[in-house]
């Protein structure tokens, strides 16, 4: 009687990866849903276990501790995906970078940094909560300043590089750096009640007004 043919080994360890996988995307999308609910203080590795449907020490295996998690959780916030593209380098932000008539850039910049704002907003006003008393969550706020600062560098020399600048680059960095937290959105969509449509309209007129030459 001939034997069972038995399963590639790339074939079980594919399997395996793949669970890996979707265990730190269940993961990653329960600390998200409970740092904002609960404060990253209050929730507890064993709360996003259980919300995940892994075990404490799955957690620890992943992410080591609470810290990286908080990391890991801001990078799939400002991406909105797992994809580990540096948000300056993504598709849709690509795309208005390759833009050559400055207005219309910040125009489409406008776009993607509503979408971004609407989702990071509500999480740097945890960490920023939880800073005064959190010494990971304060460094994190270091952390998120600097990331975005790296990135709207870029940003802005390549609007300087147009010619169609009517500021400074440094200036203009800043501008962006300072509208693009999320706070602005969440004090102008979620407590002024202005709609999503409205608020990327408004940033891409302020943008080009501010910095673009008439």
């Excluded at 360890?13 to 990653?28: G, T, W, Y």
Aim: glycine residues 6%; aromatic residues 8%; neutral net charge.
């Amino acid at each position: 009687m001939a034997r069972p043919v038995k399963a590639p080994r790339s074939y079980d360890s594919s399997r395996r990866q793949a669970q890996a996988d979707e265990n730190r995307l269940a993961i990653l999308r329960a600390a998200h849903d409970l740092f904002l609910k609960h404060g990253y203080g209050r929730t507890t590795i064993a709360d996003i276990a259980g919300a995940a449907g892994v075990s404490v020490e799955t957690i620890y295996a992943a992410f080591k501790n609470k810290a990286t998690l908080l990391h890991r959780t801001w990078d799939i916030t400002i991406g909105g995906d797992d994809r580990e593209i540096v948000f300056h380098e993504r598709p849709e932000v690509m795309a208005a970078r390759a833009e050559r008539d400055l207005a219309k850039r910040l125009l489409l910049q406008a776009h993607v940094s509503g979408a971004a704002a609407a989702r990071i907003g509500p999480f740097f006003l945890m960490v920023h909560a939880a800073s005064g008393a959190e010494p990971a969550a304060a460094t994190m706020v270091e952390e998120m300043h600097r990331q975005r600062l790296a990135g709207l560098s870029v940003m802005a020399s390549e609007a300087a590089a147009t010619g169609q600048l009517a500021v400074s680059e440094e200036e203009c960095r800043d501008v962006l750096w300072a509208t693009t937290d999320g706070v602005l959105w969440q004090r102008l969509v979620q407590q002024r009640g202005w709609t999503q449509d409205r608020y990327v309209a408004w940033l891409g007129r302020t943008w080009v007004r501010l910095l673009v030459e008439p």
